[in-house]
């Protein structure tokens, strides 16, 4: 079945306005039998988001509206293509317990989610490591290299696999790269390859998928999608099941470069 298991809506601070039905028009042109809107979950409540603009997630008063909506385009195009009901959600260290309270809460009602790590903590205070490449460069002043930042992030989404959050929490691994998208200024001397193996038996353990992000292709520092595809060929060596997911914050992008992911 072809599916994008990853797509942003009209509810992201930082996307586009585009409606729900722009996405979906977008992938039905392109053949998709089944799609997933993944909008950023609402972030903890105790927790301060650290961008400048307090942009990263949609807010939990919206969340009524948000399932709302899609559960209506879900119906206006049952015929056309499935579309599910979903989130991406926020693994933040520190901050499980109102994590897994908000998807018990809202867990019943969705179909499909990711759970993803963008922030990263030092010294009591947390950075967002896909904001910008100034602020990645700000990051790196903090934790003293490069590799203290890949080794930070690997280790929250190792952390992200391994939590429990409850019987709600998201089937699928987000961008287990993500850390790469300012690898061309920011390159990093260290592999990490025994770090990221052993995030792919813990995602094989659990039985659970991986995000297999096309964004990284468009952003002009990384090239590559998330995860690399030397990753994604160990991911296939252990049979861990991969979702091809577009990232899309605006319709255009939806299935963005799905057919030269599916020709390599």
């Given at each position: 079945?072809?599916?994008?298991?990853?797509?942003?809506?009209?509810f992201?601070?930082?996307?586009?306005?585009?409606?729900?039905?722009?996405y979906?028009?977008?992938?039905?042109?392109q053949?998709?039998?089944?799609?997933?809107?993944?909008?950023?979950?609402?972030?903890?409540?105790?927790?301060?988001?650290?961008t400048?603009?307090?942009d990263?997630?949609?807010?939990?008063?919206?969340?009524?509206?948000?399932?709302?909506?899609?559960e209506?385009?879900?119906?206006?195009?049952?015929?056309?293509?499935?579309?599910?009901?979903?989130?991406e959600?926020?693994?933040?260290?520190?901050?499980?317990e109102?994590?897994?309270?908000?998807?018990?809460t809202?867990?019943?009602?969705?179909?499909d989610s990711?759970?993803?790590?963008h922030?990263?903590?030092?010294?009591?205070?947390?950075?967002c490591?896909?904001?910008s490449a100034?602020?990645?460069?700000h990051?790196?002043?903090?934790?003293?290299s490069?590799?203290?930042?890949?080794?930070?992030?690997?280790?929250?989404?190792?952390?992200?696999v391994?939590a429990?959050?409850?019987s709600?929490?998201?089937?699928?691994i987000?961008?287990?790269?993500?850390?790469?998208?300012f690898?061309?200024?920011?390159p990093?001397?260290?592999?990490?390859?025994?770090?990221?193996?052993?995030i792919?038996?813990?995602v094989k353990?659990?039985?659970?998928?991986?995000?297999?992000n096309?964004?990284?292709f468009?952003?002009?520092?990384?090239?590559?999608?998330?995860?690399?595809?030397?990753?994604v060929?160990?991911?296939q060596?252990?049979?861990?099941?991969?979702?091809?997911?577009?990232?899309?914050h605006?319709?255009?992008?939806?299935?963005?470069?799905?057919?030269k992911?599916?020709?390599?």
């Open positions: 079945m072809k599916k994008d298991g990853h797509i942003h809506t009209p992201c601070p930082h996307g586009s306005s585009d409606e729900l039905r722009s979906v028009y977008k992938a039905v042109a053949g998709f039998e089944e799609i997933s809107f993944t909008e950023h979950a609402p972030l903890p409540p105790s927790f301060k988001d650290p400048p603009l307090k990263s997630a949609m807010k939990v008063s919206e969340m009524e509206l948000y399932i709302e909506q899609i209506k385009v879900k119906k206006e195009f049952q015929k056309e293509v499935k579309i599910n009901v979903g989130l959600v926020d693994y933040i260290n520190e901050y499980e109102e994590t897994r309270h908000f998807l018990n809202y867990g019943p009602y969705l179909d990711l759970l993803s790590v922030f990263l903590n030092k010294e009591d205070s947390f950075y490591l896909d904001y100034e602020e990645f460069e990051i790196i002043t903090k934790f003293g490069v590799e203290e930042v890949y080794k930070a992030y690997f280790k929250a989404v190792a952390s992200s391994k429990d959050l409850g709600y929490k998201p089937k699928r987000g961008h287990i790269t993500l850390v790469h998208k690898q061309k200024k920011f990093c001397a260290v592999s990490f390859q025994n770090e990221v193996l052993h792919l038996n813990e353990n659990r039985n659970l998928e991986l995000d297999y096309a964004a990284g468009h952003k002009p520092l990384c090239q590559e999608t998330y995860p690399s595809k030397e990753v060929a160990l991911a060596q252990k049979n861990i099941p991969l979702v091809y997911g577009s990232d899309a605006c319709a255009k992008d939806v299935g963005q470069s799905y057919t992911l599916f020709e390599r």
